[in-house]
């Protein structure tokens, strides 16, 4: 098992998505005040560990942890609530309720499509969901079947949504290049698709592809590539299949509205979409049914959207400020904090200490020393520029070699004239440059040989004057070579 923290242990996966993986894990002591759920040791958790990708960002890091507060209070019975964040290292994790349930992908598949009277219901409680995520100014933007859990109740279907907050973390600059979008291509609004300003609208045009996907067991524009699929998003309608009833086919109609100021508020369609349950029924009385016929009336568009932070116009909700705290003026006093100190004493927070002189850092034109080793600290902390290199250049891959000794040329003599002891300068005279030699022994006399004397000729030495040597005759080769 694999420790999370200090407070969880991995024990199986779940499941494995775009953005990290899903694990069943067990709780090993209580959590701190930090976390939403302080837990009990041995219970059991979902924990969602993110991929490394997005662990390594910094940007990711960032925003994980200031959407921490955000993340821990969003609560609804429709929603899968996250317990604790985990920050160690490399490792950014998730801490959720575990559902025992599969999800709307998985029960669709085994299934089949819903009747129009439970996928009403159905997408009623998602939307239930949606509306409070967007009242705390979360928006979702990855609505589909495998983020929806299916958990038993009393013989009936939850449906629990889950991943809030990943698409947003996963929409890093660093991550996220201008041709790319956050979600996935058969469930992508129109506006997510061309890069414009986003709102909570994205969510709704979600929940009107899931809701076409029940009834029918398909999503509404499908083809051979993600690009084609992204094209009919932006151009094309979603054709009529003839089991959904009229009402049914105004809400969805509405929500996959090409225009997101046309569709409805998640609230309005939740309260729409039961009024038509109630209307197609098999035990619906005629005011329920006239009811359901003017649903369109209640799709009204939500009149202040939730924008999502990081495009043109979006506000991030850490610096908003509350209501009540008056309005900004651009030209108003810059605001001073109160005295901490005696009336007319420096603040000892703000004021650097002296220094001493004859230190650098002195003059009144001088950078504090203070200040150099935070900008120090600043520069270590940069982000480190990684580049590529080729491995021949690399000294830890290349393989060391003997460095072979060139001969070096040699230099032509310098010429130095002198005197002669008669006055006349001495001739020049050039000189090689001296080369050192091995010592070797002092050469021997060559040696000569001569055939032998015939017999009876004279054997003194002044009898063969070129021989030398012992006086006994030496044959070498044949007997008529001689040297």
Not at 278 to 301: D, F
Not at 467 to 478: E, I, L, N, Q, V
Request: net charge neutral; hydrophobic share 35%.
């Amino acid at each position: 098992m694999r420790p999370v923290g200090s407070k969880y242990l991995l024990e199986e996966p779940l499941g494995r998505g775009a953005t990290g993986t899903v694990w069943r894990a067990r709780q090993r002591e209580t959590a701190g005040a930090e976390a939403a759920v302080p837990g009990q040791p041995g219970e059991t958790v979902a924990i969602k560990v993110l991929k490394e990708e997005l662990a390594n960002d910094a940007d990711v890091v960032m925003r994980f942890l200031r959407e921490r507060s955000v993340l821990l209070r969003l609560t609804h019975p429709n929603i899968v609530r996250v317990r604790d964040l985990v920050v160690e290292g490399d490792l950014l994790a998730l801490v959720m309720d575990l559902v025992d349930g599969p999800d709307l992908h998985r029960h669709l598949r085994e299934n089949g499509p819903f009747t129009p009277v439970a996928a009403a219901l159905l997408t009623a409680q998602i939307s239930d969901a949606l509306a409070a995520s967007h009242a705390d100014g979360v928006v979702h933007r990855d609505l589909k079947p495998a983020n929806v859990l299916l958990k038993q109740e009393r013989g009936e279907l939850h449906p629990m949504l889950t991943d809030f907050g990943i698409a947003r973390l996963a929409d890093s600059p660093g991550l996220t290049r201008t041709h790319e979008f956050v979600g996935t291509p058969a469930y992508i609004a129109p506006e997510s698709a061309e890069g414009r300003p986003q709102t909570s609208a994205v969510d709704v045009y979600g929940a009107g592809i899931l809701l076409y996907e029940l009834v029918t067991g398909r999503p509404p524009f499908s083809g051979t590539s993600a690009l084609e699929v992204l094209h009919q998003h932006l151009s094309a309608e979603p054709r009529r299949p003839s089991t959904v009833p009229d009402p049914l086919w105004t809400v969805i109609e509405r929500c996959l509205r090409k225009n997101p100021d046309e569709r409805p508020g998640a609230e309005n369609l939740a309260r729409g979409l039961r009024v038509v349950a109630e209307g197609i029924g098999v035990h619906a009385n005629s005011a329920q049914i006239s009811a359901a016929e003017n649903v369109g009336a209640l799709l009204a568009p939500d009149p202040a959207p939730a924008p999502v932070p990081g495009t043109p116009g979006a506000a991030d909700p850490t610096q908003v400020l509350p209501h009540g705290a008056g309005s900004h003026d651009p030209n108003g006093a810059t605001s001073v904090l109160p005295q901490t100190g005696p009336s007319g004493a420096a603040d000892p927070t703000a004021v650097m200490p002296p220094v001493p002189p004859g230190q650098p850092g002195g003059g009144p034109e001088d950078p504090h020393p203070w200040q150099n080793q935070l900008r120090a600290a600043r520069d270590r902390n940069e982000q480190t520029q990684v580049q590529y290199l080729d491995p021949g250049q690399d000294p830890l891959r290349r393989r060391p070699q003997r460095q072979v000794a060139r001969p070096q040329p040699q230099q032509p003599p310098q010429r130095h004239p002198q005197a002669r002891p008669d006055g006349h300068p001495q001739q020049q005279q050039r000189y090689a440059t001296p080369q050192p030699q091995p010592r070797q022994p002092a050469p021997q006399p060559p040696q000569r040989y001569a055939p032998p004397a015939p017999p009876g000729s004279p054997s003194g030495p002044g009898a063969n004057p070129g021989r030398r040597g012992s006086a006994a005759p030496t044959r070498c080769g044949s007997p008529g070579w001689a040297a």
